[in-house]
């Protein structure tokens, strides 16, 4: 009762400043949308006539160093859903869509998400995945000059092209290299921009899937509005990157593929909307059978293309020597072996019963492996014949690594040989190595520091070498080629490393000082009052304290703009600025 007390008496404050304005009234009824209307065009007068009501000030409105900021959209939504502003005329049109003359409103129906943060960039600079930091949110109108800084493209450095007979260092970009970038991917996909906008034919991705315990690991705990806004912010810029006639391709799971498809929508369009794929993870065995419910046992792949009527599709079919059998040789062994037959009498059944007595091909569906003919399984289950890049390197167990087989699929029907692939969460490589060996051009981004050097870029040299893993028998991969590495250039990236990599507080204290020198440090701390001998810093355990310090530095400045390369500051290279002006400005032409 106290609470509905003060709504009423919220409503009853924001009627009395708004009657002050007669144009947003006709006779008794409020005149809603005009009133949304000013506020979105930030209206002045309108606005501080509101905000000098204390009771609305407080309640719509935040203070951030000083300075008051009107939540309009929350102030708009509550003119538009509370039921005080309605006399029966009022609902009438609304359900209808008529102005208070009669006339047809012209808005949109389509249903899109609403999410905090919605309208912002996060800035996410976290660079391993056991390390977090408390989000920080940019608005797209508060903050422009900081997104501005924090999206501008950025000087590579660390370059290297690699290829079967070793690494070397490189000066020259060539547009047909293959890429691999060591970096955050929202970064790095904003430096792409200059260079490859409107090229990408096939984007694939498997991003964290907001299950607590990937890697994405934030120190929300990965709520779901954080999810869609670090979601939004890199589907928006990879719209821009694909061509006229490319296509993405999403992996996810149960927990977002709902609130991702609605995000989707609104970002690449309804229209644009190709299949959603069910794809069964396989046969099931172990703990997962004894699930008091259905067993869960899908992933589901969205599919959008750039332009829902001319995008690039080649159409697909199961062929009859690749069918999964309808019955496995060593079943057929057991069974036959007891009436006395030949192992050439054996096989010729097997022959018989699996491909010969069945159709030529079958078209692929939008359900896969979950029919007769496609055998499809994770690489959970196809991990004993060697495919799993934990055996090739002889590495801990990746989690979540797709097949080549799956990668093959996706890739092949969308683009032909030449055309460029990108994976913006390029993980154990596997979308590169796919490309690679199918001649598909490709570009993978990889934030990870342990993945990227221990996973990536070693099972990549061994693609070049020729390995012999996934889909390399099926098309004849014997090795070649090559790709260049290149990484982001650190500026507060490196003291985040270094505050990472301390094992004391010595340690702390000799990265602390050299922040104090040269770090890009956030204007909001007072950097005076940390130190190991000030009493509240001293109290901190280790962990604590690296915190603290990751926070002391400007998150916007994590790495070097290439605008600001050539000064003598940086010290960079004549060698790595030959190569990035080679990168942007020759490759940059085409789009202008």
């Known amino acids: ?69 009107f939540k309009i959209e929350d102030f708009i939504s509550m003119l538009r859903y509370k039921n005080y502003w309605d006399n029966s005329f009022t609902k009438y049109t609304n359900e209808i869509g008529l102005t208070s003359e009669g006339k047809f409103l012209n808005y949109n129906t389509d249903v899109v998400l609403d999410f905090p943060h919605k309208d912002s960039i996060l800035e996410g600079g976290m660079n391993k995945e056991d390390e977090g930091k408390k989000e920080i949110y940019y608005h797209n109108i508060l903050a422009k000059e900081e997104i501005d800084t924090l999206l501008s493209p950025k000087t590579l450095t660390n370059i290297k092209k690699y290829d079967e007979n070793g690494k070397y260092d490189v000066t020259e970009f060539i547009n047909t290299d293959n890429l691999i970038i060591k970096g955050n991917n929202l970064i790095v996909l904003n430096s792409l921009k200059k260079v490859y906008e409107g ?58 593929v709902h ?20 794809w069964r993870i396989g046969w099931l065995s172990g703990y997962k059978t004894i699930a008091k419910n259905f067993i869960r046992n899908h992933d589901t792949i969205l599919f959008y293309s750039k332009n829902g009527n001319n995008f690039k599709f080649n159409k697909f079919y199961i ?3 690749d069918f999964k059998p309808l019955v496995k040789k060593p079943i057929l062994n057991k069974v036959l072996n007891s009436y006395e037959l030949s192992k050439e009498e054996i096989n010729n059944i097997y022959n018989d019963i699996n491909y010969k007595s069945r159709i030529e091909r079958y078209p692929l569906e939008d359900v896969w492996n979950a029919n007769e003919y496609d055998d499809l399984n994770s690489i959970a289950i196809v991990s004993f014949a060697g495919e799993t890049v934990s055996k090739m390197l002889g590495v801990e167990e990746i989690k979540g690594q797709k097949s080549e087989k799956l990668i093959k699929r996706i890739i092949e029907s969308v683009t032909e040989p030449g055309d460029i692939v990108l994976d913006f969460f390029m993980g154990s490589g596997t979308t590169a190595s796919v490309a690679h060996k199918i001649d598909r051009q490709y570009i993978g981004i990889e934030q990870m520091e342990y993945q990227i050097s221990d996973v990536t870029v070693p099972r990549m040299r061994k693609v070049l070498e020729g390995e012999q893993y996934g889909i390399s028998k099926e098309v004849d991969w014997e090795g070649g080629g090559s790709f260049v590495y290149a ?33 890009y440090l956030n204007f909001k701390v007072d950097l005076e009052k940390v130190s190991l001998k000030e009493e509240g810093y001293k109290t901190l355990s280790l962990e604590e304290k690296k915190e603290v310090l990751i926070q002391l530095l400007d998150m916007n400045q994590l790495y070097l703009s290439y605008s600001e390369m050539e000064d003598e500051q940086y010290e960079i290279s004549e060698d790595v600025k030959t190569f990035n002006h080679s990168f942007y400005q020759k490759e940059g032409e085409d789009n202008e």
């Open 1 to 69: 009762m106290a609470d509905n007390k003060i709504e009423t008496e919220l409503l009853s404050q924001i009627k009395e400043v708004l009657l002050k304005f007669p144009m947003y009234w006709e006779k008794d009824t409020l005149l809603r949308n005009k009133v949304a209307e000013d506020l979105r065009v930030y209206n002045k007068e309108l606005i501080e006539e509101l905000l000098s009501n204390q009771l609305i000030k407080d309640t719509y409105s935040i203070t951030l160093d000083s300075t008051n900021i």
């Open 199 to 256: 090229k990408i034919q096939c984007i694939y991705i498997d991003p964290p899937y907001n299950l607590g315990s990937d890697s994405f690991k934030y120190n929300d705990n990965f709520n779901r509005s954080t999810w869609l806004t670090f979601m939004k912010n890199r589907l928006e810029i990879a719209k821009k990157l694909l061509s006229p006639e490319g296509s993405i391709f999403v992996n996810i799971d149960f927990n977002e």
């Open 259 to 278: 609130y991702l498809k609605c995000l989707m929508d609104e970002v690449f369009g309804e229209t644009n909307f190709q299949r959603e794929i069910i």
């Open 319 to 321: 062929e009859n020597k």
């Open 487 to 519: 990484e982001l250039a650190s500026l507060n990236d490196e003291y985040i490393n270094g505050i990472q990599a301390s094992k004391s507080e010595e340690d702390l204290e000799k990265v602390l000082s050299t922040m104090k020198e040269r770090a």
